[in-house]
């Protein structure tokens, strides 16, 4: 194995923006597995490491660096040509050997004769949880950080949907992973990259909104008149409106295309059970009394309401079915396009164990995540216009509320009116369906807000107003 100084990691791991263990001292990083690709100088390696804390379970990371003769290594996304080579290897499906297993690649979608990375290759910007590499901008892969055992869910589902022909994700052309033999002797794998074809001219959904709300928020008029709200918005932000039609219909035409009964075990569709029901009201339980424990005043008066609404969850007699679903949907997950909107990063929330993220889920889960996005959007635009509570966030505020409820109603029509093309999917009546989508919202704004509470205490008001909304609502019908 090439001589990595792992010290050298201590000191930049921690800086970058897709490391898990902030805030948690580094007691020491192995190197699992490394294997390198280009002798350089310097050398081109790929490796695998185990960083171990002073507190909690070790992590797996997956690190491309460029090691020096000394074995000071830096990251090979410093420096994205080095990296133009990832395209060759993919389309000849190459193997690179490590000390104990192999890294091996492949390219189902890509010509051999031709393979990408021949002309250019960037990095895209600062990404939260993966790196991004663009090569001959036709070609993006994603490189997984942090890692573990078993399959990645954003791989899997960009191979699942791209066999079925789902129009509305980049088709996958590639991929990579470290393969092994598992001390118990069953081979293991752990899935390192993901390649499909780049969108050029693509707008990020959220990036997409914000703009379009901006200009809603331009065009108010002194001398409209309250009562003409919801007309003016339906009138002013019709072209908005109407794209999140098409997206409701692309959200229901993934869930069909995810709940066929064709596919294999491990992705068809099942029943949702009393175990379903109950485990998903403790989730939601258990992140309202963590957040009660941290003495979040906020809340302690919406609480028995929330536990009301969440506990009604038990009492459905049919509840559709769970199948593979997006898992973290929001309007950051999602591009429009000339053909339309497309979704991205299937990998379910970061912060979650990979079994959970790959787990079977009542699609009205990824309903619920777009929906909260919506109400993000509405007020994440009046941030970026005024102080909280300011006269003019005072004036704005009543479009903000009345734009997320035409867009929610819009949205949920048109994601209704398709996805009942697959019997049984959900529950034949909209109740169900109601209580469903209320526990899963809460069970996101819970989740929201603990984590603005900690980073963003201002937002915090935007989680919060969406639990009540979801109390209102319910007790308006």
């Given at each position: 194995m090439i001589q990595i100084e792992t010290r050298a990691l201590h000191e930049w791991l921690p800086e970058k923006r897709w490391f898990g263990g902030k805030g948690?001292?580094?007691?020491?990083?192995d190197v699992v597995?490394?294997?390198?690709?280009?002798?350089?100088?310097p050398a081109l390696v790929l490796t695998v490491v185990e960083v171990h804390y002073e507190w909690g379970a070790p992590e797996l990371y997956h690190l491309p660096l460029l090691v020096?003769?000394?074995?000071?290594?830096?990251?090979?996304?410093?420096?994205?040509?080095?990296?133009?080579?990832?395209?060759?290897?993919?389309?000849?499906?190459?193997?690179?050997?490590?000390?104990?297993g192999v890294f091996q690649f492949g390219g189902p979608g890509l010509d051999p004769l031709s393979p990408p990375g021949s002309s250019s290759a960037r990095t895209m910007g600062a990404e939260q949880t993966n790196s991004s590499l663009v090569l001959d901008e036709h070609v993006i892969i994603k490189l997984f950080r942090r890692v573990a055992v078993g399959a990645n869910p954003d791989l899997e589902l960009a191979r699942l949907l791209t066999s079925e022909d789902f129009e509305h994700v980049p088709p996958h052309v590639g991929e990579f992973a470290y393969e092994r033999e598992g001390d118990d002797g069953e081979s293991l794998r752990i899935d390192l990259g993901l390649a499909q074809h780049f969108l050029r001219e693509a707008k990020e959904g959220w990036t997409d909104v914000l703009r379009r709300l901006h200009e809603l928020y331009d065009a108010i008029d002194p001398?409209?008149?309250?009562?003409?709200?919801?007309?003016?918005?339906?009138?002013?932000?019709?072209?908005?409106?109407?794209?999140?039609?098409d997206l409701g219909d692309v959200t229901a035409s993934l869930h069909v295309t995810l709940a066929k009964e064709e596919?294999?075990?491990?992705y068809a569709p099942e029943p949702v059970d009393e175990f379903d029901l109950r485990e998903w009201v403790n989730r939601?339980?258990?992140?309202?009394?963590?957040l009660l424990a941290e003495e979040t005043a906020e809340l302690e008066h919406l609480a028995p309401a929330v536990r009301d609404r969440i506990g009604r969850l038990t009492e459905l007699e049919h509840a559709g079915q769970k199948t593979r679903v997006h898992g973290d949907y929001h309007l950051g997950q999602v591009l429009r396009t000339v053909r339309g909107w497309m979704i991205i990063d299937f990998e379910g929330e970061p912060a979650r164990p990979l079994d959970e993220r790959a787990a079977k889920q009542s699609p009205l889960r990824d309903v619920a995540g777009m929906l909260r996005s919506f109400s993000?959007?509405?007020?994440?635009?009046?941030?970026?216009?005024c102080e909280i509570d300011s006269d003019e966030w005072k004036r704005l505020e009543p479009w903000a509320i009345m734009w997320e409820e035409i867009a929610r109603e819009r949205f949920l029509n048109a994601y209704l009116t398709r996805v009942h093309e697959r019997r049984f999917l959900l529950p034949a009546d909209r109740e169900p369906i109601d209580v469903m989508l209320d526990v899963f919202e809460i069970d996101k704004a819970l989740y929201e807000l603990g984590y603005e509470r900690r980073h963003r205490p201002d937002w915090a008001r935007i989680p919060l107003r969406g639990i009540a909304r979801v109390i209102e609502r319910g007790e308006s019908t």
């Amino acid at each position: 194995m090439i001589q990595i100084e792992t010290r050298a990691l201590h000191e930049w791991l921690p800086e970058k923006r897709w490391f898990g263990g902030k805030g948690r001292p580094i007691a020491s990083i192995d190197v699992v597995d490394a294997g390198t690709v280009e002798d350089g100088p310097p050398a081109l390696v790929l490796t695998v490491v185990e960083v171990h804390y002073e507190w909690g379970a070790p992590e797996l990371y997956h690190l491309p660096l460029l090691v020096d003769a000394d074995g000071s290594p830096r990251d090979a996304l410093d420096e994205p040509d080095r990296l133009r080579v990832f395209g060759d290897l993919m389309a000849h499906g190459s193997s690179i050997k490590g000390d104990l297993g192999v890294f091996q690649f492949g390219g189902p979608g890509l010509d051999p004769l031709s393979p990408p990375g021949s002309s250019s290759a960037r990095t895209m910007g600062a990404e939260q949880t993966n790196s991004s590499l663009v090569l001959d901008e036709h070609v993006i892969i994603k490189l997984f950080r942090r890692v573990a055992v078993g399959a990645n869910p954003d791989l899997e589902l960009a191979r699942l949907l791209t066999s079925e022909d789902f129009e509305h994700v980049p088709p996958h052309v590639g991929e990579f992973a470290y393969e092994r033999e598992g001390d118990d002797g069953e081979s293991l794998r752990i899935d390192l990259g993901l390649a499909q074809h780049f969108l050029r001219e693509a707008k990020e959904g959220w990036t997409d909104v914000l703009r379009r709300l901006h200009e809603l928020y331009d065009a108010i008029d002194p001398e409209d008149a309250t009562e003409d709200i919801h007309f003016l918005i339906e009138e002013r932000a019709r072209k908005l409106l109407q794209n999140l039609d098409d997206l409701g219909d692309v959200t229901a035409s993934l869930h069909v295309t995810l709940a066929k009964e064709e596919h294999e075990p491990e992705y068809a569709p099942e029943p949702v059970d009393e175990f379903d029901l109950r485990e998903w009201v403790n989730r939601a339980l258990q992140s309202l009394d963590a957040l009660l424990a941290e003495e979040t005043a906020e809340l302690e008066h919406l609480a028995p309401a929330v536990r009301d609404r969440i506990g009604r969850l038990t009492e459905l007699e049919h509840a559709g079915q769970k199948t593979r679903v997006h898992g973290d949907y929001h309007l950051g997950q999602v591009l429009r396009t000339v053909r339309g909107w497309m979704i991205i990063d299937f990998e379910g929330e970061p912060a979650r164990p990979l079994d959970e993220r790959a787990a079977k889920q009542s699609p009205l889960r990824d309903v619920a995540g777009m929906l909260r996005s919506f109400s993000y959007a509405a007020v994440a635009a009046l941030f970026e216009r005024c102080e909280i509570d300011s006269d003019e966030w005072k004036r704005l505020e009543p479009w903000a509320i009345m734009w997320e409820e035409i867009a929610r109603e819009r949205f949920l029509n048109a994601y209704l009116t398709r996805v009942h093309e697959r019997r049984f999917l959900l529950p034949a009546d909209r109740e169900p369906i109601d209580v469903m989508l209320d526990v899963f919202e809460i069970d996101k704004a819970l989740y929201e807000l603990g984590y603005e509470r900690r980073h963003r205490p201002d937002w915090a008001r935007i989680p919060l107003r969406g639990i009540a909304r979801v109390i209102e609502r319910g007790e308006s019908t």
